[in-house]
């Protein structure tokens, strides 16, 4: 599966900003589909993932603030980031796993996007 990540920006502490993760070439439905996010400098560290049946498993870091959410007939996973931190700031991925809910280890997901960039000033 292919996926192509968006709606990365620039905005300040406090403010929003909805990624969005478009999947084409294979089964939408049969993927969880995953965020993680790498600050630089810093390891690639997850974020959030959606059962392919709309379950989820969040990151402390995420709980309270993002929202994950998927619409199968579009394709396309959706991450709500609301309260934003400077801390919040990296390129953001978005990734597809076989397994149900795959959880934060990387070596479980089969399919990456390229990314996008989310900056936060404080």
């Known amino acids: 599966v292919q996926l192509q990540a968006s709606g990365g920006g620039s905005v300040q502490a406090g403010g929003s900003l909805r990624l969005s993760c478009v999947a084409s070439?294979?089964?939408?439905?049969?993927?969880?589909i995953g965020w993680f996010r790498q600050a630089p400098g810093k390891e690639r560290e997850f974020v959030v993932v959606?059962?392919?049946?709309?379950?989820?498993y969040y990151a402390d870091s995420a709980k309270g603030r993002f929202a994950i959410s998927r619409d199968n007939a579009k394709t396309t996973v959706y991450l709500q980031m609301n309260s934003l931190k400077p801390e919040d700031t990296g390129v953001y991925y978005c990734?597809?796993?076989?397994?149900?809910?795959?959880?934060?280890?990387?070596?479980?997901?089969?399919?990456w996007g390229q990314g996008t960039q989310v900056t936060v000033s404080s």
């Open positions: 959606v059962s392919r049946t709309g379950g989820t």
């Open positions: 070439g294979r089964t939408f439905s049969d993927y969880a």
């Open positions: 990734a597809a796993s076989r397994v149900y809910l795959s959880g934060p280890s990387s070596s479980l997901y089969d399919f």
